[in-house]
């Protein structure tokens, strides 16, 4: 199934999910067609709904000694906390809750691919796009908050002091203003492909399995993908973090020098 | 994977700040609180502890000493009942003495007395012994009251005699 539909979608070979097995079998109705061009963002919203409903049950009203999953929620939380709080320093505490969210819900995005008849969101660049424009956004919004509109703009243009400096204006805005716009870019290139090369990944090694089985006149495919979940698992997680990090360090780099400390 | 769509892209956008919306509100402001209280109730009861660890050596000190002081004013009521006791007994045997010296004394005038008494009843018996003697001796009837005087005179010389 995974070769049929890698040669139905282009060639790349994915593991099929609900929404593709339904378009592959109702490719003409237009409730599936709609399905399948939002795709992305209906396993997106799956994901965050799940994270939800799962804080919603188990960490709205925490106990003093936590119990069942309010330990792993905790243990997350304070993790996420400890990792925000190094790289920014106490004043960090109030970008965990966007940086904790972002990581918990770029991870299970990127651990989605690993659930049969669910895709990975963030395989796609406008999972990918959409995320890191929004970081682009809050890191743009905290420069101006925390310099103030003037002390923002004298960050872009390089923060000039003397007759050199005002000189090199003309240079260093252009470039800090492309620095700023490559960062959201960068965040998406590298998480979109990352994920996708995992889900390929997945799909050649099912569709080599669906060739030994046929080989073999097997009536079930050798599941060959099963050998690499760790790694996705390792890659998943990575990936996540690196797309976290990246976005902390970008506040850090937007915020005052003494708040880093 | 490629074709990007700005619809999408903002869709996508839209749904993480809605999840960050959710979140911040059941996930992250409650488990942060809860996070921030127990850590806060761990250092204060640290810290209580840590005191009361202090308190607790303060009290150990102080009853250390208190019962050092105890320990020495016991010893030195000790020293004082044992001089105490050295004098009382010392005055009860000075007291006991003069009672025994006094009862001596009075004994002594009782039998001096006894004796003085008893001389008394031996001269006269031994006067009524003597006239019985005499007038059985002389058979003859004499003038008592000159004899006695007599005899009276010769007991008295043989009593200074005797003392002799």
Not at chain 1, 191 to 205: I, T
Not at chain 1, 234 to 258: C, D
Not at chain 2, 66 to 93: C, F, M, N, S, W
Not at chain 2, 125 to 149: G, S
Request: glycine share 6%.
């Amino acid at each position: 199934m995974a070769v049929e539909h890698a040669v139905a979608h282009g060639g790349i070979p994915e593991l099929p999910n609900v929404i593709t097995v339904l378009s592959d079998r109702w490719h003409d109705s237009p409730v599936v067609a709609f399905l399948h061009q939002w795709e992305n963002l209906i396993f997106a919203a799956l994901v965050g709904l799940t994270l939800s409903l799962a804080c919603w049950r188990y960490a709205r009203k925490p106990a003093v000694v936590p119990r069942g999953w309010q330990n792993l929620l905790e243990l997350l939380v304070e993790g996420i906390d400890r990792f925000v709080q190094s790289l920014l320093g106490h004043e960090g505490r109030r970008y965990t809750p966007f940086i904790g969210t972002l990581f918990l819900y770029i991870w299970l995005m990127n651990l989605a691919g690993l659930v049969p008849g669910v895709k990975s969101s963030t395989s796609n660049l406008n999972t990918t796009v959409g995320l890191a424009i929004v970081v682009f956004g809050y890191v743009q919004w905290i420069g101006i908050r925390a310099n103030g509109l003037r002390g923002y703009l004298d960050h872009l243009a390089g923060s000039p002091r003397d007759v050199a400096g005002w000189a090199l204006v003309p240079l260093m805005l252009p470039i800090h203003l492309l620095g700023e716009l490559v960062k959201p870019m960068s965040l998406s290139l590298r998480l979109g492909f990352n994920v996708f090369a995992e889900d390929v990944l997945l799909g050649v090694l099912a569709g080599l399995g669906l060739a030994f089985a046929a080989l073999l006149h097997s009536p079930v495919g050798v599941p060959l993908q099963a050998l690499v979940f760790p790694l996705v698992l390792i890659f998943s997680t990575v990936q996540a973090l690196v797309f976290s990090l990246l976005s902390t360090v970008y506040i850090a780099l937007m915020l005052p020098h003494k708040a880093h400390h | 994977m490629l074709q990007l769509d700005l619809q999408q892209i903002l869709s996508q956008s839209i749904a993480f700040l809605l999840l960050l919306l959710v979140l911040r509100r059941f996930a992250w402001k409650p488990l942060l609180g809860v996070l921030d209280a127990r850590r806060q109730k761990i250092e204060d009861d640290l810290r209580q502890a840590a005191q009361q660890r202090a308190e607790t050596i303060r009290l150990q000190q102080e009853l250390d000493q208190r019962l050092g002081q105890i320990d020495q004013e016991a010893r030195t009521k000790i020293q004082q009942a044992i001089i105490e006791g050295k004098r009382v007994a010392v005055e009860v045997q000075e007291e006991a003495r003069a009672h025994a010296r006094t009862v001596i004394a009075k004994a002594k005038e009782t039998v001096d007395l006894e004796i003085a008494k008893a001389r008394v009843t031996l001269r006269d018996q031994v006067t009524a012994m003597t006239l019985e003697a005499a007038q059985r001796i002389l058979q003859q009837k004499l003038d008592a009251p000159a004899d006695r005087r007599l005899i009276e005179a010769a007991l008295d010389e043989l009593e200074r005699q005797g003392r002799r």
